[in-house]
């Protein structure tokens, strides 16, 4: 609800419809926006989208559809890592994919058509903090899940630098106002790259898959 004042603004990022019967040939749309939360990527910055009730209405739901999809298939991950660990194995790399496939999993619910906060109606200091942490945890906790079935990467000392920057942003975003964390959020898109980059390298290893997986189905027992 925009209002003149931060006072009088409640801040919202859940879309809504307004669906009107027009009595004349031409409409004057009038629209209003207030930004007082997020003066990095706030107001309006996302398309409009004008159409007939049921155009629109369908657009929507096949949207929604597809990213309920691909929840659907992350957490068949979850179920299959959850049968493993019933199974009797008992690595660490299993338990950190399981997190991860939810943090992915989060974060295709709170973008887009924002499905977890029109469900919930989260408010939006909430849901920005759902959105930032779901990204960067899913970026990191890959780095983590490779590190673990790649040892040799573990000698190389710049993972833990990272592991600190995630830490503090993770705090930073988590306990700042919304107004002030969101610069933080900035500096959550450098912490993904490290991730990219360790899956390059995880993907040149000479023959080491094999290996790795291997160990990931094998053991029964906590490294």
């Not at 031409?26 to 989208?49: R, Y």
């Not at 929840?71 to 890592?81: D, M």
């Not at 939006?124 to 960067?136: A, D, M, N, P, Q």
């Amino acid at each position: 609800m925009p209002g003149k004042t931060a006072k009088d603004t409640v801040a919202s990022e859940a879309p809504y419809q307004v669906a009107f019967t027009p009595d004349r040939s031409e409409v004057e749309l009038i629209i209003q926006v207030a930004n007082f939360v997020n003066e990095v990527d706030g107001g309006l910055f996302q398309t409009i989208q004008f159409g007939t009730e049921d155009m629109v209405k369908g657009h929507k739901l096949f949207s929604v559809a597809m990213q309920l999809l691909v929840c659907v298939f992350l957490i068949i991950h979850v179920l299959y890592g959850a049968v493993l660990f019933l199974m009797g194995v008992r690595r660490r790399a299993l338990f950190t994919l399981v997190l991860m496939m939810v943090c992915t999993c989060l974060s295709v619910l709170v973008t887009d058509d924002k499905s977890l906060v029109a469900w919930l109606n989260l408010p939006y200091g909430i849901s920005f903090r759902l959105y930032t942490l779901s990204y960067l945890w899913a970026t990191a906790l890959l780095l983590v899940f490779i590190t673990q079935l790649y040892p040799a990467l573990q000698k190389r000392p710049w993972h833990r630098y990272y592991g600190i920057a995630v830490l503090g942003l993770t705090a930073a975003v988590a306990l700042m106002p919304t107004i002030y964390a969101a610069w933080f959020d900035l500096y959550t898109i450098p912490c993904c790259l490290p991730a990219s980059c360790t899956c390059r390298c995880s993907c040149c290893a000479p023959r080491r898959g094999s290996t790795a997986m291997r160990s990931f189905y094998g053991s029964r027992s906590w490294p």
